[in-house]
């Protein structure tokens, strides 16, 4: 994973768009990516969008994967501990005996 | 970035939630964790925001990668490999010596 | 309103496109209008988005009106009366007195 | 409409809240709401979704059209016409004979 912030950073500072980068407007980026890779879905089945569109499926989880990094090198937040943190909040949130099989939102229960 | 993904899927795993995982349904749960992430920032600066809800930004890109992570493994996708070919897309997209220091898109030229 | 949303069904029956027309996929194609509006402003200020954009942003808020309005005729729904609607709940969930001039939300009180 | 956003103006200039409402923000708003809009079809059918939330799904499509109306003020544009406008713009771009019971997009043929 540093690795890869590492080169984001790069390729981000041969460009000088370091300047543009602030975190709203990273947020607002990171939105329209997301954005994207849904439209690949849009009055689709799941399966006749990966049929039609593998390789653009891949492209935008990787435009999306780039403003997390790049959000978290700013916001000096380490994306592995944040995931393994919130994956132990959520643990705690969705307890196993209640949740198995559920596709309820803690709050609807 | 393999570790974390096992650690995602076992959380999946353990509450039977693989059934509601189809790649579409991940994709909007992508995009509304993105919004969540984005909400932190209405109505304010990157200043404030960031001073206000540091914790708050860190759950909300852990929760965007979470959904980051899962896609690439329902849909068989490397995620350091797709991020690495992506960068050579756009630096071929965005040649350094026409985008230094502009905030244009490829297609406003 | 009513003779926007008969010339909006008016377009989409020419074209036999009510067969896609599911609401989850409405809700996502209003998604994705929302983002691009909101990609005119991606960075830059409200003042050079409007000075480089006017005639986009219209057409973008036509985009998402369309489908608002679209929806609505699904759902059965007036899309004044539940404007109408919403804003009663809001003033209560926003008393004039509490709110006033503050960019705080009615949980963060 | 024109009452509909009189409504609004009035509404929010009895907390004071237009100094908030720069162009940028309002259209980040847009989003926050068009996404709490596709929230509610998030592991679901829409069949499901109608079912269980007729009524959220009322409130969420009007505060879309909340923003989309505030912002069609903030920009001197009249959304009646801006809607007309695009339907014509997309009668030429999706001609009839085309694009007939088909869910490509203009670019895709």
Do not use: T
């Not at 935008?60 to 944040?82: G, S």
């Amino acid at each position: 994973m540093d690795e890869l912030i590492r080169q984001i950073i790069a390729f981000r500072d041969e460009r000088n768009w370091g300047q543009f980068h602030n975190p709203k407007d990273l947020a607002i980026s990171l939105n329209l990516e997301a954005s994207e890779l849904l439209e690949l879905f849009q009055w689709k089945s799941s399966k006749e969008a990966i049929e039609q569109n593998q390789d653009k499926l891949q492209d935008e989880l990787a435009d999306v994967l780039y403003y997390v990094l790049l959000m978290c090198n700013e916001l000096d937040i380490d994306p592995k501990e944040a995931l393994l943190k919130k994956l132990q909040k959520n643990a705690e949130k969705y307890p196993v005996d209640r949740f198995f099989g559920s596709n309820k939102k803690y709050n609807e229960f």
